[in-house]
């Protein structure tokens, strides 16, 4: 079963308004990522937030991060025609011998997201 | 330079076929993954190389799956005696340090297996 859990599986909103997007996840993980995809290709990293980080911010983009809860939200702000893309949450929980982690990604099923102009 | 390419980008082929898929990644990035992208499975490891070894290939779905890497850059995912569901989207991805990397993501290549 897939790692992370994201909803909503779609989401339609104004421009101008507020996204947010939220992921679930099952297993302590050494970072979670948001990606962006436009057109069912090439993914396009949007943020990292390292396992012992609570918050980041990224232009108009902000992910919070609860490890009690196993949980990430991500908030797009005053959003844009063309921010319409998917969004996935990726977790990061590989590891090496050794304690290091090498990046291997465990991806969410997305959230779509269409902004009306 | 140039971020991550792939090619082809489309590959059309009849089922017990073999391919061959390409990666080339962002020069000097030593760790490089791929990925599979299919409606029913969402998006999915295949293999991580770190220069030219693989510590993990565990997502490879089958033995008829491989995966090899030369010279710490170029790869090339080959798959056996395709199937119908080999049908996907192959994405690679490459990043300059294997903990807490950014992975640039190539455009994909778009199989199809009849």
């Known amino acids: 079963s897939q790692q992370g859990e994201e909803d909503p599986q779609a989401l339609s909103i104004q421009e101008g308004e507020n996204a947010t997007m939220n992921c679930s996840y099952k297993?302590?993980?050494?970072?979670l990522q948001w990606y962006r995809q436009n057109s069912g290709r090439g993914l396009v990293h949007l943020i990292l937030?390292?396992?012992?980080?609570r918050e980041k911010h990224s232009g108009r983009l902000r992910v919070t991060l609860d490890t009690s809860k196993k949980s990430s939200s991500l908030l797009i702000t005053a959003s844009r025609a063309a921010d319409t893309a998917s969004y996935f949450c990726a977790t990061d929980l590989s590891l090496l011998a050794g304690g290091t982690s090498y990046g291997k990604l465990t991806f969410g099923q997305g959230t779509i997201l269409t902004v009306h102009p | 330079g140039a971020g991550v390419s792939q090619s082809p980008s489309n590959k059309v082929t009849e089922k017990g076929k073999d391919v061959e898929l390409r990666c080339d990644p962002i020069?000097?990035?030593?760790?490089l993954y791929w990925y599979r992208q299919s409606l029913g499975q969402g998006l999915e490891f295949l293999i991580y190389?770190?220069?030219?070894?693989?510590?993990?290939k565990s997502g490879l779905p089958s033995d008829r799956f491989s995966a090899e890497r030369t010279g710490g850059s170029v790869s090339t995912l080959t798959i056996q005696r395709t199937q119908q569901e080999d049908s996907a989207v192959y994405l690679c991805?490459?990043?300059?340090?294997?903990?807490?990397?950014?992975?640039?993501f190539g455009p994909g290549t778009r199989l199809l297996v009849l």
């Open positions: 190389f770190q220069g030219n070894s693989a510590p993990d």
């Open positions: 937030i390292r396992s012992n980080e």
């Open positions: 297993t302590s993980i050494n970072n």
């Open positions: 020069s000097g990035h030593t760790a």
């Open positions: 991805a490459s990043s300059l340090f294997r903990e807490l990397g950014t992975q640039y």
